[in-house]
C-alpha cells in the first residue's frame, strides 16, 4: 500500500459491516487534505467536510457549555471530597483516600474511551443502523464492565500496596472493606456512566452536534460526583458492618462471577473481544499513574499547610482531563476520516511535531488546540470563584496562592495537549485507536500531573508567605 494514499476507516474496526464505502481518494499533498470535486468527496466522504467546516468559534460554542457544566460537576466534587474527608471510614481507612483519583479516573480510562469510540463512529455514520447500534452499544458496555470489575480490584491492590510502602505496614483488617468498596463503585460508576455516554453521543448525532466536542465533559460534570458519592456511602456501609466477616468476600466473589456474563455479550463484536484481549496496558498503567496522585493527595490531604487540597484535587485533575480527552478524540477521528491505521497523512508525519505547529498554524487540530488552551485560565478562575463563594474557609486566598494555582493549570493543560498529538501519530502509526490507547495515558498522567502541581502550589504559596513574614517581623525585632 503507498505510503500517500488515504481512505475511509474500514467499517469492520469499529465492529460494524461494510454499510459505508471503502472508495480511495487521491493522494495527498504536503500542504494539507487532498484537493478533489465535491461530489467525488461527499461520496466517499460525508462527514469530511462537516469537520473541516468547524471555526474555532463554533469549536468554542459548542465545548464551553458542557465544559462549564462539567466544571460545576467537577467544583461540588471537590466539595464533597473536603466533606466525606472526615467521615470515620475514611479516618480510619487512609487508604480509601488513595482510591479516589484512579477511581475517579475510570471516567477517563473507559468511559471517555467508550465516548471517544462512539463519537468516531458517529462521525463517520457507522451507527446510524438500529441493528449495528445496539450490538456496539451492548458489547461495548459489556466491556467497560469487565474492565471495571477488574480494574477496581487492582486499584485497591495498588492502593493497598502503596500504602504499605509509605507506612511500612499493611492492616490486612481493612483489605476487604477496601477491595470490595473498590470493585462495587468501579462496577456501578461505570455502568451508570456508559449508559449516560450512549444517550449523548446518540442524541449528539441526531441534533447535529460534534460528539466529540461534548460527550467527555458532559459524562466528567457527572463522574466525579457519581464515584464519589458511591464509594463514599458504599465504604461506610461496609465500614458500619465489618464485624460481619463473609459479607465483603460474598460480594466481591459475586461481582466477579458476572464477569463471564458480561465477556460472553462482548463476543458479539469480535473488535471488541480484541480490545478485551490486548487493550488492558493502557489503562492498567493509567490507573498506576492515577494511583501515585492518589498517593500525593493521601499525604498532604491532612496537613494544615495543605488545607484546600481536597477541593481542588478533583477541580484540576478534571479540566485537564476534560480538556485533553475532547482534543484526542478529534484527533482520532480526524485520522480516521484522512487516513488508515498504520499509514500517517504527509501533513503529519513527524511523530514529535514542533510544539509551535500544535499550537499556532491553521490546520484544524491546531485551532482546536488554542480554543482548548484558551478555555484554561478563565474556567479555572470561575470555579475557583464558586469553591471560595461556598467554601471561602477552606481555601486559601491569598493572590500568590491563585497566581501558581492558573499557572499549574495552564502548564498541565499544555503539556497534555502536546502530548495528545505526539502520542495519537505514535498510537495511528503502530496501527492502533487513539480512542482506545491514548486517552487513558493522558487522563492518568493528567491525574498525576495535577495532582503534583496542585501540591506544588500549596507548598511555594506556604514557603512564600514565611519569607514575606519573616521579613516583617525582623524589622520590628531590631533596636528602637
Not at 476507516?9 to 487534505?33: F, I, K, Q, V, Y
Not at 483519583?101 to 463519537?119: C, D, F, I, Q, Y
Request: proline share 6%; glycine share 8%.
Amino acid at each position: 500500500m503507498d505510503g500517500t494514499e488515504i481512505r475511509q476507516r474500514r467499517p469492520e474496526e469499529l465492529g460494524l459491516p461494510h454499510t459505508l464505502s471503502t472508495g480511495r481518494l487521491p493522494a495527498a499533498s504536503e500542504d494539507g487534505p487532498p484537493s478533489v470535486p465535491e461530489s467525488q468527496w461527499m461520496a466517499t466522504k460525508p462527514l469530511g467536510t462537516e469537520l473541516n467546516r468547524e471555526t474555532a468559534l463554533s469549536i468554542g460554542f459548542q465545548v464551553t457549555v458542557p465544559f462549564m457544566f462539567a466544571g460545576l460537576g467537577l467544583s461540588g466534587a471537590g466539595i464533597l471530597l473536603n466533606y466525606f474527608q472526615h467521615w470515620p471510614v475514611f479516618v480510619e481507612v487512609k487508604d480509601l483516600l488513595t482510591l479516589v483519583p484512579p477511581l475517579v479516573g475510570l471516567k477517563g480510562n473507559l468511559e471517555m474511551t467508550l465516548a471517544s469510540r462512539l463519537a468516531t463512529a458517529a462521525n463517520t455514520g457507522q451507527i446510524d443502523d438500529p441493528r449495528d447500534q445496539h450490538r456496539v452499544i451492548n458489547s461495548n458496555l459489556a466491556l467497560i464492565q469487565v474492565q471495571a470489575t477488574v480494574l477496581g480490584l487492582l486499584a485497591a491492590v495498588v492502593a493497598l500496596l502503596l500504602g504499605a510502602v509509605s507506612r511500612e505496614e499493611l492492616d490486612f483488617a481493612k483489605v476487604e472493606l477496601l477491595c470490595a468498596s473498590s470493585v462495587i463503585t468501579a462496577f456501578l460508576a461505570s455502568f451508570a456512566l456508559g449508559l449516560l455516554m450512549v444517550c449523548i453521543v446518540i442524541g449528539a448525532r441526531k441534533f447535529g452536534v460534534n460528539p466529540d466536542n461534548i460527550a467527555t465533559p458532559i459524562a466528567a460534570s457527572l463522574g466525579d460526583l457519581i464515584t464519589l458519592s458511591i464509594l463514599a456511602f458504599i465504604s461506610s456501609f461496609f465500614y458500619k458492618y465489618k464485624d460481619s466477616r463473609f459479607l465483603t468476600p460474598l460480594v466481591c466473589i459475586g461481582f466477579m462471577v458476572l464477569t463471564p456474563v458480561w465477556i460472553l455479550i462482548a463476543k458479539q463484536n469480535p473488535p471488541i473481544m480484541k480490545i478485551l484481549k490486548f487493550g488492558w496496558f493502557p489503562i492498567v498503567l493509567a490507573m498506576v499513574f492515577s494511583s501515585f496522585g492518589g498517593l500525593i493527595l493521601n499525604k498532604t490531604i491532612s496537613k494544615e499547610q495543605y488545607k484546600g487540597m481536597a477541593i481542588f484535587t478533583p477541580i484540576i485533575c478534571g479540566v485537564g482531563g476534560n480538556l485533553v480527552a475532547i482534543q484526542t478524540s478529534r484527533i482520532s477521528t480526524y485520522l480516521h476520516m484522512w487516513s488508515t491505521p498504520g499509514v500517517l497523512p504527509l501533513w503529519m508525519k513527524k511523530f514529535w511535531p514542533n510544539p509551535c505547529s500544535t499550537f499556532c498554524t491553521s490546520e484544524i487540530n491546531s485551532m482546536s488546540a488554542r480554543v482548548l488552551l484558551c478555555l484554561v485560565i478563565p474556567s479555572h478562575l470561575i470555579f475557583f470563584s464558586v469553591i471560595y463563594l461556598v467554601e471561602g474557609h477552606s481555601v486559601p486566598n491569598s493572590k500568590t496562592f491563585v497566581v501558581f494555582y492558573l499557572l499549574a493549570g495552564l502548564i498541565q493543560v499544555t503539556i497534555l495537549l502536546y502530548l495528545a498529538e505526539v502520542m495519537a501519530r505514535l498510537m495511528w502509526h503502530q496501527a492502533l485507536d487513539p480512542d482506545n490507547h491514548c486517552i487513558p495515558y493522558l487522563t492518568g498522567l493528567g491525574d498525576l500531573l495535577g495532582t503534583g502541581l496542585l501540591a506544588l502550589c500549596f507548598l511555594i504559596s506556604r514557603l512564600l508567605s514565611e519569607a514575606e513574614l519573616d521579613g516583617i517581623s525582623e524589622p520590628a525585632s531590631g533596636p528602637p
